[in-house]
């Protein structure tokens, strides 16, 4: 089980300070797509050439174009391309194509897929590296979460890798980690909190004890 840390909400020199504050404690760092679209590519180079044991995962979220697209964060030295579940299925197989070619890997984003179960089981065919289950901000702040999301999606993946993301916090990632997914994904529940090290570094503990 990896941990990984999104930054969505902050400039280059933030994402900087703030993974510097946590880098010990956390596998991915996440290139938030309000980053990518204020500072482009640009912003996952600059981290990668910083933090160069970190994976960088670059949070496109693409819906088309998406072998260019793949290609192009490849060339930023992204190792994770982000592209969404409710894409068109050539947009995907050609999405892991190259992703293959460039030997990088691809995320799957399930946000606003409806039916998750039988979407993850296509996905799963088409050779994706993550699936994803992700409440987004805006349903956050009704209250919504993906718990139930990764039960469903565990039930029929067999061969993708499972990621949560979306409202983890240290208080619900027992919650979380109970169901095992490959990858935990915290954004704010790290971010926003006082003393971040101590977070990340209590939040990698309890998922190394699984």
Do not use: W
């Not at 596998?27 to 160069?52: M, S, W």
Request: charged share 30%; with cysteine.
């Amino acid at each position: 089980m990896k941990l990984q840390l999104a930054l969505d909400l902050v400039n280059i020199p933030e994402a900087k300070e703030l993974i510097k504050e946590v880098e010990n404690h956390i596998d991915i760092v996440e290139i938030g797509t309000p980053i990518i679209k204020i500072e482009g590519l640009n912003a996952v180079k600059e981290i990668k050439e910083a933090f160069p044991d970190l994976e960088v995962l670059a949070d496109l979220k693409t819906m088309d174009a998406a072998a260019y697209e793949v290609l192009k964060a490849s060339e930023a030295k992204a190792d994770i391309v982000t592209i969404l579940g409710v894409a068109e299925d050539e947009s995907i197989k050609g999405a892991v194509e190259e992703a293959k070619k460039q030997g990088k890997q691809v995320l799957v984003d399930l946000i606003a897929v409806k039916d998750i179960e039988a979407r993850a089981q296509e996905l799963d065919a088409f050779g994706v590296d993550y699936i994803c289950v992700h409440t987004g901000y805006d349903l956050q702040a009704v209250g919504k979460n993906s718990f139930e999301d990764l039960t469903k999606i565990k039930k029929v993946v067999k061969n993708a890798k499972t990621a949560i993301a979306g409202g983890i916090k240290l208080d619900t990632l027992p919650e979380v980690i109970k169901q095992q997914p490959d990858l935990v994904i915290v954004g704010g529940g790290i971010a926003n909190q006082e003393d971040k090290q101590a977070v990340a570094a209590k939040m990698q503990e309890m998922i190394k004890q699984g």
